[in-house]
């Protein structure tokens, strides 16, 4: 088994190997991941923060020893807390980094940080000013920033700066946390889950008090959301049809 570290600001994960082929995922500066198979162009990486599995350039990583990912396996996670900051380099150039990016490495990539970073468990609270960070960021499908985000990128990223683990995709996501019945039982801070015609999980959002909700529908936006589900008052109509709310923390 091999072992890597994104030592770039956001690098695309593809679903095959290919520059042309769809981006299912990112890593962002500092993540560390295992090397399942390597070829001459394109690794498939299983990343270490959600076990999530695609193909990333052999260009775009930064190879490390098995010690050192499991050192950085055990370590405390610390992130970057700021929407976009910068490492500096040896050579004094500077990496323009995202709001998330792990800095647990920065030793190792021979970088220097100075800026602001959070880590350990916040409470339950902090989840909504968290997301509010996002607000109005564009949508990109397999976005994990505020230059492009996807629904679950958004709440796993959320969760991420707060010190709790979720899945990459909805539909993994709404496997873990309690269901609750109604969504008067709901706290700002849980997830709120809907699915397609075909009743597959397809979009996840974070509740907020009085019955909002923080979500990506184009943007980072806030939405009224009741039992049918997400009501957009500019389209005068509901967009999402609502499946479960799950208690995560």
Known sequence: ????????????????????????????????????????????????????????????????????????DRATPKYSADLFDFVTDHNGHLITIPIGASLNATGLLNHHFEGHSVSGEKPKMEIVKTALLYLNSPYAWGGKSPLGIDCSGLTQMVYKLNGYQLNRNSADQAKQGEPLSFIEESEAGDLAFFDDKEGIIDHVGIMMNDNYIIHVDGKVRIDRIDHSGIFNAELKRHTHQLRVIKKII
């Open 1 to 72: 088994m091999q072992y890597g570290i994104c030592p770039l600001s956001i690098v695309p994960l593809r679903e095959t190997t290919s520059n042309n082929s769809e981006m299912v995922s990112q890593v962002l500066y500092g993540e560390h991941f295992k090397i399942l198979e390597e070829r001459a162009q394109w690794s498939r990486i299983r990343v270490a923060f959600d076990n999530f599995e695609a193909w990333i350039s052999n260009k775009q990583l930064l190879k490390i020893p098995e010690e050192t990912y499991f050192q950085l």
